[in-house]
């Protein structure tokens, strides 16, 4: 998976948990965080949200 995709996954994986307005500001912000990873910290992370 590249990057993009990761940053989508993980960040929608939090939307189904979340659906107030604030959270999604929230997870704008962590989307943004996201971005400033690299490739591999974001395999790990992907693999901790999605199991």
């Not at 929230?26 to 395999?43: G, M, P, T």
């Amino acid at each position: 998976m590249d990057k993009d995709h990761l940053i989508d996954l993980i960040s929608n994986s939090l939307l189904t948990e979340i659906k107030d307005s604030e959270s999604s500001r929230n997870i704008s912000d962590f989307k943004n965080y996201l971005e400033k990873l690299n490739l591999e910290q974001l395999r790990t992370m992907s693999k901790e949200f999605i199991l």
